[in-house]
């Protein structure tokens, strides 16, 4: 039961993830908001099954659709502006703190304020998580690799000169965000039928930034990359629980470590599949000398250049 | 119609950044299937021009219009889908992909089939692509580049991102190309090669085409009529030879001081 309860919450990051590295990865826009996607998908789903009896698959696409519509509320006006970078990711937090908020001052007998809904129904399964995951993690590497993917990339890389070549910059990023929030919506759904009880403070900030650290650390425009992030991640988490409050620490030397070694993240514009796997061992093997002097000059001179600086104290 | 043999026209042109005029009261024309220079010291506002018929700017004053349609307030991704295209003068490659894939973007910049049928991965996406792919290597083929289409783009040498950049322009369709310093940093041999692949380009295409440049050779030896800006303003329009013997030409590139108002 704990496993199975691990892996649907590796499913439900995953599916969250994946959803962001195409607006974050693929697209270049930072968002530290996502969670407020999540929870109206989350919310939206488990509302209609409580009180319109929608089916479990059908109220997590609906969730997923109320999500896409707030996103274009709030997508249109912010990216018509050319409101890029950190701009968008602050206008971004506003947006996830404001869902949150307002679902926490929403004092009435349905959506219970900050106590939030309890008895919900236990509808994702191990199986269901799983088979969501796959799904959308498949249609995701279909868009990414179609025509719509490659503008999004283009729009990542060169803005300028992709809305020259005629890349659509407006219609392009709302569609990678709608995308995106589909994807954080449907994640909060499982997670909503899956712990049998939502609450503003499920989707805190806190989420989004781990959204966002795990696709960092997965590498930016890849698909397998976050996802294999997100697994190890999570299952650090559960592993490292033992540490209580040390975890974080060790959470943050390992963001440090990367942003200082691997800036594009660990499979940043990379895809892990099994013919670059067994290449990369072939070449590891072939050069394994070389590889090794490397490191010895490397370490050599790390420990010079703090040989030097004590002698200068 | 007068229109069909005047593609581009710019009237009474004005751009101001604050108090100061980038380009100030021009007019120009360009015919269809015309190679025209545009030429003038550094700073003369050559850039801007484009910018400012590629959409990236909105001109203070003046109008544009492209084939008797205005492309004034028009987004620069409408106005690369009537036909006009362009290079820039400092490289804007896409550098983390392929040559190939930085060939395909402007052909499939409005995707051609469906979100749904993307979404699924369809046989006919993939036939589409492969189509699309076929095309770009026409491309490729024509700059000489195809033996590098798997490339990470932004790891190709100088000289090639240009022909890749020429190769981009050329993918979109386009009947107005706008050449942007294309012989910047090139030397003697490679510049021959550049006019002779230009002239090429301008004659199978059937392009109207304006280059920026200042290889003097280079303009002169493609260009059928040239104007020169100096300061913004427009200081003289003609075929070669008179814009060889204009004495506020040779002026201009030798310096002159900025009149005080």
């Known amino acids: 039961m704990y496993i199975a309860s691990v892996v649907v919450t590796i499913c439900v990051n995953i599916v969250a993830v994946i959803g962001l590295a195409l607006l974050t990865g693929y697209t270049g826009m930072f968002s530290l908001g996502h969670a407020g996607f999540m929870c109206i998908g989350a919310y939206v789903?488990?509302?209609?099954n409580k009180y319109f009896i929608v089916p479990y698959v059908f109220a997590l696409i609906l969730g997923g659709f109320a999500s896409v519509l707030?996103?274009?509320?709030i997508g249109y006006p912010t990216l018509r502006n050319k409101l890029r970078?950190?701009?968008?990711?602050?206008?971004?937090?506003?947006?996830?703190?404001?869902?949150?908020?307002?679902?926490?001052?929403?004092?009435?007998?349905i959506t219970n304020g900050a106590l939030g809904i309890t008895n919900i129904p236990k509808l994702t399964t191990l199986w269901s998580a799983l088979l969501f995951m796959?799904?959308?993690v498949y249609f995701m590497w279909n868009f990414v690799n179609s025509q719509y993917g490659k503008n999004c990339v283009a729009i990542q890389q060169q803005e300028v000169a992709a809305e020259m070549m005629g890349v659509s910059i407006v219609r392009t990023k709302l569609l990678s965000l709608a995308i995106s929030a589909f994807y954080c919506a449907v994640s909060g759904g499982i997670l909503g039928f899956w712990l049998q009880?939502?609450?503003?403070?499920?989707?805190?900030?806190?989420?989004?930034n781990d959204f966002l650290a795990t696709l960092v650390t997965g590498g930016i425009n890849s698909i397998t990359g976050p996802l294999l992030a997100s697994v190890f991640l999570t299952t650090m988490l559960e592993y490292l629980r033992f540490f209580a409050n040390w975890r974080l620490v060790v959470y943050g030397l390992l963001f440090i470590l990367i942003m200082r070694f691997l800036p594009e993240g660990i499979m940043?514009?990379?895809?892990?599949?099994?013919?670059?796997?067994?290449?990369?061992?072939?070449?590891?093997?072939?050069?394994?000398?070389k590889i090794m002097e490397k490191w010895m000059r490397f370490c050599a001179?790390?420990?010079k250049k703090t040989n030097n600086k004590e002698r200068k104290l | 119609m007068n229109n069909s043999d005047n593609a581009l026209k710019v009237n009474n042109l004005v751009i101001r950044f604050g108090g100061l005029y980038a380009i100030?009261?021009?007019?120009?024309?360009?015919?269809?299937?015309?190679?025209?220079?545009l030429i003038g010291p550094n700073g003369a506002g050559k850039t801007t021009f484009f910018n400012s018929i590629t959409g990236n700017l909105i001109p203070t004053e003046g109008t544009i219009t492209y084939q008797g349609k205005s492309l004034i307030k028009k987004s620069p991704d409408k106005i690369s889908h009537m036909g006009i295209s362009r290079t820039f003068q400092n490289i804007r490659i896409f550098p983390k992909m392929t040559v190939l894939e930085n060939v395909c973007l402007p052909i499939h910049s409005k995707p051609t089939y469906n979100l749904f049928s993307a979404m699924l991965g369809l046989p006919s996406v993939k036939n589409e692509d492969k189509r699309i792919q076929e095309k770009a290597l026409d491309f490729l083929n024509r700059l000489g580049i195809e033996a590098y289409k798997d490339h990470q783009a932004g790891a190709l040498s100088y000289g090639l991102q240009r022909r890749l950049e020429i190769a981009r322009a050329l993918a979109a369709d386009l009947s107005l190309l706008l050449l942007d310093e294309p012989a910047a940093g090139m030397n003697n041999d490679e510049c021959n090669e550049l006019i002779e692949l230009l002239h090429g380009i301008h004659k199978d295409f059937n392009l109207s085409i304006m280059l920026i440049e200042h290889h003097i050779d280079v303009v002169l030896k493609l260009c059928s009529r040239i104007y020169v800006l100096n300061l913004g303003k427009l200081l003289a329009e003609g075929a070669p030879h008179e814009i060889q013997s204009n004495p506020d030409v040779i002026r201009a590139y030798l310096g002159e001081r900025r009149k005080k108002q």
């Open chain 1, 85 to 109: 970078g950190d701009y968008f990711a602050i206008c971004m937090l506003g947006f996830g703190t404001v869902v949150r908020l307002i679902l926490n001052n929403m004092n009435n007998p």
């Open chain 1, 301 to 303: 001179k790390l420990t």
């Open chain 1, 268 to 289: 940043g514009y990379k895809e892990f599949s099994l013919k670059n796997t067994i290449k990369f061992f072939k070449e590891f093997s072939q050069n394994k000398v």
């Open chain 1, 197 to 208: 009880y939502i609450a503003p403070a499920t989707f805190s900030d806190t989420r989004s």
């Open chain 1, 70 to 73: 707030v996103s274009l509320i």
């Open chain 1, 134 to 136: 796959l799904v959308l």
């Open chain 2, 24 to 37: 100030d009261n021009v007019n120009m024309h360009i015919n269809k299937g015309e190679f025209v220079g």
């Open chain 1, 45 to 48: 789903a488990v509302l209609l």
